[in-house]
């Protein structure tokens, strides 16, 4: 079991930056990636960013909307990434969710989901 935390979100203006970050806890060793997706109303969940983790070089890999604006980062020794987001618009808001990718006994992958943190970005 994994057990995912996140911090950070909030209200902010068009333009500006907040930063989200989310650490993991619990069978650590078995995680091979972490990242984010996002939910706005209406719509389906999609990816923003996510990062490999342990002794690798960190592929990152941004859904097209947010390059070039969000930077994804990781600490190994600390189970913990997060998530730069610069000049924010309202397109960007919606429940940022952090997700933590495992491999498991039997070469089983599974999700496991943090609760969720809201993004509002004012125009």
């Known amino acids: 079991q994994v057990q995912v935390v996140e911090s950070g979100g909030g209200l902010v203006q068009s333009g500006g930056s907040l930063t989200l970050s989310c650490a993991a806890s619990g069978n650590v060793f078995t995680i091979y990636a972490m990242g984010w997706y996002r939910q706005a109303p209406g719509k389906q969940r999609e990816l923003v960013a996510t990062?490999?983790?342990?002794?690798?070089?960190?592929?990152?890999n941004y859904a097209d909307s947010v390059k070039g604006r969000f930077t994804i980062s990781r600490d190994n020794a600390k189970n913990t990434v997060w998530l730069q987001m610069n000049s924010l618009t309202p397109d960007d808001t919606a429940v940022y969710y952090c997700?933590?990718?495992?491999?498991?006994?039997?070469?089983?992958?599974?999700?496991?989901w943090g609760q969720g943190t809201q993004v509002t970005v004012s125009s």
């Open positions: 997700d933590v990718a495992t491999l498991e006994i039997m070469n089983t992958k599974r999700d496991y």
């Open positions: 990062i490999e983790i342990g002794l690798n070089r960190g592929t990152r």
